[in-house]
Structures are given as structure tokens and as C-alpha cells.
């Protein structure tokens, strides 16, 4: 996740950096996904979720064992998701749970559709430090893109239910080459609403996401986007205002950014910023970020779902993630084994080469270029000769992409 206006406020009140990177054992932020079943049939779903009972999900017993463990491990945070997280028959007892165990970050990523009555008064009543909740565009477009009519109402009133409970709520808003022209009137349902924060998330070639991969947005329409985020966050770091901008799933952000800051700002500012960049280190997959899916497999995150390091019913996640996996290894790399652009790029640094998952969705090789790296050769120092990137080709079936070939 790059967080856009906490860097850009180091451009108001800098502040010295703080390395979170080194040779020892980073404890990684967990998106668990409790269950695969959902209300909704979103076509960017990474989990390809729907509406049924899906087989082999973690017994009641195992998942209140994963909390233990990943409690006794003293993970920075816990994100409970889905599938539809309150769809999992015993949400709110693993939720009691893992509030009483005191994780020191405990985060709901919902749809919102549930956050009605009882639910939402639970959810209050569990003090989660913040919930993200899903709206892709307005009311017609979004009920398209989720699968269900009503559904942006209903999103749209869990927002609002969560507000008067005073609990922390974001805005999650995925582009598309379809809804980008959207965005705008995302910002603004954010600040009529009273949003705490906006999380803009680029397409991720995982699930139906890669499905529908020639969705994604074109690059220009992406550095639009990036403009529009930049002024709107410029505007509320200058003015005091209170909605947070952040985004994810692309961290070529950071290095737009730090463009944008180095045309703009003196010298001096332009270093402060790129240092806490690259204190941060762009994509975390394997290292700051870790995912456990609902049949128990432990994955780099969310979107590595065809490369499994073990499953939790047999071995603790704290012995999965402290052990000898060799893709683990590499993504701690710094920096990584990347090749083409991404591997020619002089701001590695900066963004820590991008999403994987698009480049071996594309090409079968996970350290390949990023082709949603929507940066000019010229603009991140690699010569010409290196060519213009890996093109997105439409999704005709996995049979028809390359095999993957991860080690």
C-alpha cells in the first residue's frame, strides 16, 4: 500500500526516517481470507467468490488456532476478509476473539452489504480500528461491476451505519479502463460522506481480476488518475481537511510521486521524500505482507494463490513463515531478481518492482516486468534500447498462458 498523503506530508512537517527494512525477520501484516463465500459476483474478485458453502475451510477449532499463533507471533496487524467475511458462520466469535487477544492493528475488509442492524452494532461493539468497504464506481456501473443490483445502496448505507458508530471507514474504488472517469465522483461521495480514507486499488490479474485483465486501465488514463489524487491530496494536506488518500496493488505510484515532488519542490524536499521511500521499499509480497486463504494455505498475499508455502492445519503460520521456503527468500531479495524494465528501472528502491502477479500472469516468469508499470523508460533512466514492455494480452483461458515457471 502506498500511502500517498503521509508522504506528502512530509512536504508540510518532515520528520527523520524510520527504516523498517533490514536482514532481520520483518513480522508481516496478515490479510486472512476466512471464507471463500460471498453475496457478491465481483469481476475483479481475486478469490473468484460466490454465493454457496465451499468445501474444506478452516473448522471453528482451527481458525481460533491460527489467531493464537498469529497472536503469539506478534504480527503489526490482522485484516479479516473474504469471500465475505460476515458470511463465515462464526465471524463474530473469531472476531471476539481476536479482539480479546489485543492484536495491536485489527482491520474488517467487507462489501458492506451486511452491515445492517445487529451485524453493524457488533462491529461497533468489537472496536475494529478500521473497516474498508468496496464501492467500484457509481450506483449502476458498481451493482454491474459487483454482480448485484442494490448493491451500492446497500454498500452506501453500511458507510453511513459505520460513520454514526464513529468507527474509522474507508472507501476501496478499483479502476478500470471503465470506470476511471469515475474517480472524481468517488472523491467527492468520500468527502459528502465524511470518509475517513480512500483507497484507490489498480487491477490485479488474480481470479476474475485476471479474467478480466484487458479491463485494466490504459497508462494515460492511469497517470490521470495519479494527477487527480495528487491535487485532491494536495489540496487536503494544504487546507487541514481530513480524508487520507492511499494505493495499492501498484507502486510505480511512489516513483509518479516522487516525480511530481522533484518538479515541484526544492532539491532539499525532493531528497527528504525519496528517502522515506525507499525506507518504505514499495511491494511487500512474501516480506511486509503475508495471506491465509480460507482452506488454510499461507501465500506471499492475497493474489499468489498458485504458489502455496504450506497450510496451516498442519504447520503453524509462524513456522511457515520463518522457514526455508525459497520464494520467500527471493521476494526478501533487495533487490529482486527482476528482469526487462523492471530490472533496468533506477527506482528498484523506490517501488520494490511492482505487482508480481501481473508479470507472471502474463509471461509465466514472476520477475519479469510489470507491464502496468505506466512510467516512460525516460523517466525511470532505462535506455531505449530495452523496448516498450510487456503487452497485456486478453485472458482466452489459462491453457492459452504461459506456464508458470516460479523457481
Given at each position: 500500500?502506498?500511502?500517498?498523503?503521509?508522504?506528502?506530508?512530509?512536504?508540510?512537517?518532515?520528520?527523520?526516517?524510520?527504516?523498517?527494512?533490514?536482514?532481520?525477520?520483518?513480522?508481516?501484516?496478515?490479510?486472512?481470507?476466512?471464507?471463500?463465500?460471498?453475496?457478491?459476483?465481483?469481476?475483479h474478485?481475486?478469490?473468484?467468490?460466490?454465493?454457496?458453502?465451499?468445501?474444506?475451510?478452516?473448522?471453528?477449532?482451527?481458525?481460533?488456532?491460527?489467531?493464537?499463533?498469529?497472536?503469539?507471533?506478534?504480527?503489526?496487524?490482522?485484516?479479516?476478509?473474504?469471500?465475505?467475511?460476515?458470511?463465515?458462520?462464526?465471524f463474530?466469535?473469531?472476531?471476539?476473539?481476536?479482539?480479546?487477544?489485543?492484536?495491536?492493528?485489527?482491520?474488517?475488509?467487507?462489501?458492506?452489504?451486511?452491515?445492517?442492524?445487529?451485524?453493524?452494532?457488533?462491529?461497533?461493539?468489537?472496536?475494529?480500528?478500521?473497516?474498508?468497504?468496496?464501492?467500484?464506481?457509481?450506483?449502476?456501473?458498481?451493482?454491474?461491476?459487483?454482480?448485484?443490483?442494490?448493491?451500492?445502496?446497500?454498500?452506501?448505507?453500511?458507510?453511513?451505519?459505520?460513520?454514526?458508530?464513529?468507527?474509522?471507514?474507508?472507501?476501496?474504488?478499483?479502476?478500470?479502463?471503465?470506470?476511471?472517469h469515475?474517480?472524481?465522483?468517488?472523491?467527492?461521495?468520500?468527502?459528502?460522506?465524511?470518509?475517513?480514507?480512500?483507497?484507490?486499488?489498480?487491477?490485479v490479474?488474480?481470479?476474475?481480476?485476471?479474467?478480466?485483465?484487458?479491463?485494466?486501465?490504459?497508462?494515460?488514463r492511469?497517470?490521470?488518475?495519479?494527477?487527480?489524487?495528487?491535487?485532491?491530496?494536495?489540496?487536503?494536506?494544504?487546507?487541514?481537511?481530513?480524508?487520507?488518500?492511499?494505493?495499492?496493488?501498484?507502486?510505480?505510484?511512489?516513483?509518479?510521486?516522487?516525480?511530481?515532488?522533484?518538479?515541484?519542490?526544492?532539491?532539499?524536499q525532493?531528497?527528504?521524500?525519496?528517502?522515506?521511500?525507499?525506507?518504505?521499499?514499495?511491494?511487500?509480497?512474501?516480506?511486509?505482507?503475508?495471506?491465509?486463504?480460507?482452506?488454510?494455505?499461507?501465500?506471499?498475499?492475497?493474489?499468489?494463490?498458485?504458489?502455496?508455502?504450506?497450510?496451516?492445519?498442519s504447520?503453524?503460520?509462524?513456522?511457515?513463515?520463518?522457514?526455508?521456503?525459497?520464494?520467500?527468500?527471493?521476494?526478501?531479495?533487495?533487490?529482486?531478481p527482476?528482469?526487462?524494465?523492471?530490472?533496468?528501472?533506477?527506482?528498484?528502491?523506490?517501488?520494490?518492482?511492482?505487482?508480481?502477479?501481473?508479470?507472471?500472469?502474463?509471461?509465466?516468469?514472476?520477475?519479469?516486468?510489470?507491464?502496468?508499470?505506466?512510467?516512460?523508460?525516460?523517466?525511470?533512466?532505462?535506455?531505449?534500447?530495452?523496448?516498450?514492455?510487456?503487452?497485456?494480452?486478453?485472458?482466452?483461458?489459462?491453457?492459452?498462458?504461459?506456464?508458470?515457471q516460479?523457481?
Amino acid at each position: 500500500m502506498f500511502r500517498l498523503s503521509q508522504y506528502m506530508q512530509q512536504l508540510k512537517t518532515p520528520t527523520p526516517v524510520r527504516v523498517r527494512r533490514g536482514s532481520g525477520g520483518v513480522k508481516p501484516v496478515v490479510i486472512w481470507n476466512m471464507t471463500r463465500r460471498c453475496n457478491l459476483k465481483c469481476r475483479h474478485c481475486y478469490t473468484t467468490s460466490a454465493d454457496v458453502q465451499f468445501p474444506g475451510e478452516l473448522s471453528h477449532d482451527q481458525a481460533m488456532g491460527v489467531l493464537d499463533d498469529l497472536n503469539d507471533f506478534k504480527i503489526p496487524a490482522l485484516i479479516l476478509s473474504g469471500g465475505e467475511p460476515l458470511s463465515r458462520f462464526d465471524f463474530f466469535d473469531l472476531a471476539k476473539r481476536a479482539r480479546e487477544l489485543d492484536f495491536r492493528y485489527l482491520a474488517l475488509s467487507t462489501n458492506g452489504t451486511k452491515l445492517t442492524g445487529d451485524a453493524v452494532a457488533k462491529v461497533a461493539d468489537l472496536n475494529f480500528d478500521y473497516v474498508g468497504i468496496s464501492i467500484d464506481g457509481v450506483k449502476d456501473f458498481n451493482d454491474w461491476f459487483r454482480g448485484q443490483e442494490g448493491a451500492y445502496d446497500e454498500a452506501l448505507h453500511g458507510i453511513r451505519e459505520c460513520k454514526k458508530r464513529g468507527i474509522k471507514v474507508g472507501l476501496r474504488f478499483t479502476i478500470t479502463e471503465d470506470s476511471a472517469h469515475m474517480l472524481d465522483d468517488m472523491l467527492d461521495l468520500c468527502d459528502a460522506e465524511g470518509v475517513d480514507k480512500f483507497y484507490l486499488s489498480h487491477l490485479v490479474y488474480a481470479g476474475r481480476g485476471d479474467k478480466h485483465r484487458g479491463d485494466d486501465t490504459e497508462h494515460k488514463r492511469t497517470r490521470k488518475a495519479m494527477d487527480t489524487l495528487i491535487q485532491r491530496g494536495w489540496d487536503a494536506i494544504q487546507n487541514d481537511k481530513p480524508l487520507e488518500l492511499v494505493t495499492g496493488n501498484n507502486d510505480a505510484d511512489a516513483v509518479y510521486f516522487l516525480k511530481w515532488v522533484q518538479e515541484n519542490f526544492s532539491a532539499e524536499q525532493a531528497a527528504q521524500v525519496q528517502s522515506h521511500l525507499e525506507a518504505w521499499g514499495g511491494n511487500s509480497s512474501g516480506l511486509g505482507v503475508a495471506n491465509i486463504d480460507p482452506l488454510g494455505r499461507v501465500h506471499p498475499d492475497t493474489y499468489w494463490s498458485d504458489y502455496t508455502i504450506g497450510n496451516v492445519k498442519s504447520t503453524p503460520f509462524t513456522q511457515l513463515w520463518t522457514g526455508d521456503d525459497p520464494m520467500l527468500a527471493t521476494l526478501r531479495q533487495r533487490p529482486r531478481p527482476l528482469k526487462g524494465r523492471c530490472g533496468e528501472c533506477t527506482f528498484k528502491d523506490v517501488c520494490g518492482g511492482n505487482t508480481r502477479i501481473r508479470a507472471l500472469q502474463v509471461t509465466g516468469d514472476p520477475w519479469a516486468e510489470d507491464p502496468a508499470c505506466y512510467m516512460s523508460n525516460q523517466e525511470v533512466g532505462i535506455d531505449e534500447h530495452v523496448g516498450d514492455g510487456v503487452v497485456v494480452t486478453p485472458f482466452r483461458g489459462k491453457r492459452h498462458d504461459p506456464k508458470h515457471q516460479f523457481l
